[in-house]
């Protein structure tokens, strides 16, 4: 039987002890309770079930401790096996003290049933847990044996394919040493061999890296001449254009002046010239009203100096307002 089925069987054990104590616990406080109310004043009778009560709890701690005890493989002494006969004495005493007093014989039969069955299962299921108890701790002391005997086995394996193992290594090694050994000597003379051929080899590449750095040379001098040559090249035209603009600039601005003066003189003729006499052709009263706006007279001398109406000459003037408002508009959105 192995651990499992040996702590299947204490749970069954258990199980089966806790189903009679809360059995015969609740029994008796259904058979005592009566002939304590009996034996009880009237007015004190809701104290009647406490007595048996009393006697089950104290019946429940001796079946737990004991289980306990028991479980742990310890002994409680003299006082646990008095607590246990004294309540299971005093549990068959209560239940059949009422057919004992109207000597009913066969009614002490019977209510002595529940007692003494919960007297033998406490003993019982003590005497079973302690045989469970030695079992189980026989059974785990043959397993920590076996255990022992197996790590003992596999140390003892373990040693003997270490030992097996050292060897292959110490031949391993011896062999690849012998290896290195030859390869070393080869290693060396190849290594002769390949300095020769590199010392060679950079005797060639210094050759010709001298004459590599010669040439590099050359062609850095003749890119520097050539970049010092379009340097200046660069400079002279960016003078010349810069020379240019400044020629287009003055011109610009001499042309500007002109027309500014060429459109003050006119605007001053326009406005020196007086009344009109009679209507002005429409493009010349556009320019005598833009004129006159833009002097800042009112738009009934504006009128006056074109000889159209005032109603003509204020919508040029509105005209010529928004298109001054619009200017720094689109300066603005530019």
Known sequence: MNSVQIRSAERALSVGTWLIVSGAMLYSVLTVTPLMAAHT????????????????????????????????GGH????????????????????????????????????????LLLIVTAETGLAYRR?????????????????????????????????????????????????????????REQADREERARREERERAEAAEGAERAERERRER?????????????????????????????????EQREQAERAERERLA??????ADEKQKEHLARQTVTAAFHAGVSVRQAAELCGWSVGWVSTRYQELRDQAQARPLEGAAQ
Do not use: Y
């Not at 009237?42 to 028991?70: G, N, Y």
């Not at 005093?90 to 049933?113: E, F, P, Q, Y």
């Open 270 to 275: 326009l406005l020196a010239a007086g009344p």
């Open 222 to 254: 003749e890119r520097e001449q050539q970049q010092r040559e379009r340097e200046r090249l660069e400079r002279e035209a960016a003078a010349r254009a810069e020379q240019s603009r400044r020629e287009r600039e003055e011109r610009a601005a001499r």
């Open 131 to 187: 045989a469970i108890t030695n079992a189980l701790t026989a059974h785990q002391a043959r397993e920590r044996a076996e255990h022992m005997e197996r790590e003992k086995a596999a140390a003892e394996r373990a040693e003997a394919a270490e030992q097996r193992a050292r060897e292959k290594r110490e031949f391993d090694a011896r062999m690849v040493r012998e290896q290195r050994e030859h390869e070393a000597s080869l290693a």
């Open 76 to 115: 409680g002494g003299r006082w646990p096996i008095a607590l246990r006969w004294m309540t299971g004495c005093m549990t068959l005493a209560l239940n059949i003290a009422d057919s004992a007093l109207k000597k009913d014989l066969v009614g002490v039969a019977v209510h002595a049933v529940a007692p």
């Open 41 to 72: 004043a009237d007015e004190w009778d809701w104290t009647a079930p406490i007595l048996p009560i009393v006697v089950d709890a104290a019946v429940v701690i001796v079946v737990r401790l004991d289980s306990v005890l028991a479980r742990l």
